[in-house]
């Protein structure tokens, strides 16, 4: 079957620190992945995405990168800012479908 | 463009009402998605529609609940009647799909259920 598994959070970072957030999917065949980001009181909407294998994905100096060996697509980011405070999802869509299936989120606070 | 469009933003109602919350999918886009968000169970995908046809609803929680897509401009979910466990945020999305194109699903804004 498809699902998503993502780090728990809650995550807290002084600004200007490193983030990663783990993910990693279990999928037949080839999917897209996803990284979606959800400030306050608002929808999803994308951050990032990758389609293939070793394929990376970046915005607004976030970055994941799409590992078919090790079945992961971690986010990362250098330098953390408050404004980047938000919950994260990880999403796969399953090739040739166009239904996605979303990772429990992981709320990251980053504090001045 | 506007975005994916829902209302209300917030609705309150109580234990045994009829709700129906409703979605105006980007213009252009042929597949739209319903999903719930709780706090428990995280983003759960209720069901999706291929130009106006149902695809999957197997993510629909039980009969009170019911989805349409008369046209390709409007949604609307429904549950009836309305139980204390259904408070939650309910999303729809909306995307483009050709079977070898897809865009990413656009999200709108949500509507906040409370059932009293």
């Known amino acids: 079957g498809n699902s998503v598994t993502q780090m728990e959070g809650p995550v807290t970072l002084s600004e200007e620190a490193f983030l990663t957030i783990n993910c990693t999917y279990t999928?037949?065949?080839?999917?897209?992945l996803f990284w979606y980001v959800q400030y306050p009181g608002e929808g999803l909407q994308l951050l990032l995405k990758?389609?293939?294998?070793?394929d990376k994905g970046s915005n607004k100096g976030f970055e994941a990168t799409y590992r078919k060996e090790t079945t992961s697509f971690h986010l990362e980011k250098g330098s953390v800012q408050v404004s980047d405070s938000a919950v994260y999802f990880c999403a796969l869509r399953p090739f040739g479908a166009n239904n996605l299936f979303f990772g429990t989120g992981t709320r990251l606070t980053v504090i001045p | 463009d506007a975005g994916v469009i829902q209302s209300p933003r917030h609705e309150v109602t109580e234990m045994g009402q009829e709700v129906t919350l409703r979605c105006k999918p980007i213009?252009?886009?042929?597949?739209l998605f319903w999903y719930r968000q709780t706090m428990m169970r995280g983003l759960e995908l209720l069901i999706y529609?291929?130009?106006?046809?149902?695809?999957?609803d197997s993510g629909m929680p039980e009969d009170r609940f019911s989805a349409k897509m008369p046209n390709a401009s409007f949604s609307t979910l429904k549950i009836q009647p309305s139980e204390p466990r259904d408070s939650a945020v309910y999303f729809c999305?909306?995307?483009?799909?050709?079977?070898?194109?897809?865009?990413?699903?656009?999200f709108g804004q949500g509507t906040r259920l409370t059932v009293v």
């Open positions: 213009s252009g886009h042929n597949s």
């Open positions: 529609f291929n130009n106006n046809v149902p695809i999957d």
């Open positions: 999928a037949t065949g080839y999917p897209s």
């Open positions: 990758a389609t293939k294998a070793d």
């Open positions: 999305a909306s995307s483009f799909n050709t079977g070898f194109r897809n865009t990413e699903a656009f």
